[in-house]
T-cell receptor, first 112, second 113 residues
Framework: GDSVTQTEGQVALSEEDFLTIHCNYS??????LFWYVQYPGEGPQFLFR?????EKGSSRGFEATYDKGTTSFHLRKASVQESDSAVYYC???????????FGAGTRLAVCP | DTTVKQNPRYKLARVGKPVNLICSQT?????MYWYQKKPNQAPKLLLF???????READTFEKFQSSRPNNSFCSLYIGSAGLEYSAMYLC????????????FGPGTRLTVL
């Protein structure tokens, strides 16, 4: 079945550091790829998506590029802030019923 | 209002007893989903309603039931809770449309003792 692997379980950075969270997927079809972010006490919220090869998704300074060749959708941000501290989920989505398959999440802690 | 509400936020249940969790949304979304989230694991889709049609994932087919009395409400029902059901349960909804985003509630933390 389809699966998503996030390499880093936890990431600790200082403010203004560069962020990379690695996401690789395995899918039989041609899925869309998503990033969701979850703040404490809240449910995951949509960050952005990409639905075709080489498409870049972005929001709030975060970005990721769909790479079908390497089956990856790595999340990057040039300069993180303390308010970016959260759990980040990579997910792949089916076109039918918008079903999502999530990765296990990466907890980002940013220190001032 | 893009809020998905879940009640209760915390639920304590005894082994062998039933559990009913409630979710509501006012966005008139066609599809509502239930996920189970355990520590250090990915959120796992349990089932979803598209309009009035229930779709349950194959590996959790017999463990969970659900109802959707109207477009706004959806419940998740466990007939006989076991220790393995302790988890966070997340409800989400989405509109019709290819790759539409899902809107999540804050979750219900279920502890089975």
């Amino acid at each position: 079945g389809d699966s998503v692997t996030q390499t880093e379980g936890q990431v600790a950075l200082s403010e203004e550091d560069f962020l990379t969270i690695h996401c690789n997927y395995s899918a039989s079809g041609y899925p869309a790829l998503f990033w969701y972010v979850q703040y404490p006490g809240e449910g995951p919220q949509f960050l952005f998506r990409a639905s075709r090869d080489k498409e870049k998704g972005s929001s709030r300074g975060f970005e990721a590029t769909y790479d079908k060749g390497t089956t990856s959708f790595h999340l990057r941000k040039a300069s993180v802030q303390e308010s970016d501290s959260a759990v980040y989920y990579c997910a792949l989505g089916e076109s039918s019923f918008n079903k999502l398959t999530f990765g296990a999440g990466t907890r980002l802690a940013v220190c001032p | 209002d893009t809020t998905v509400k879940q009640n209760p936020r915390y639920k304590l249940a005894r082994v062998g007893k039933p559990v009913n969790l409630i979710c509501s949304q006012t966005m008139n979304h066609d599809t509502m989903y239930w996920y189970q989230k355990k520590p250090n694991q990915a959120p796992k889709l349990l089932l979803f309603y598209y309009d009035k049609i229930l779709n349950r994932e194959a590996d959790t087919f017999e463990k969970f039931q659900s109802s959707r009395p109207n477009n706004s409400f959806c419940s998740l029902y466990i007939g006989s809770a076991g220790l393995e059901y302790s988890a966070m349960y997340l409800c989400a909804s989405s509109r019709t449309g290819t790759y539409a985003e899902q809107f999540f509630g804050p979750g219900t933390r279920l502890t089975v003792l």
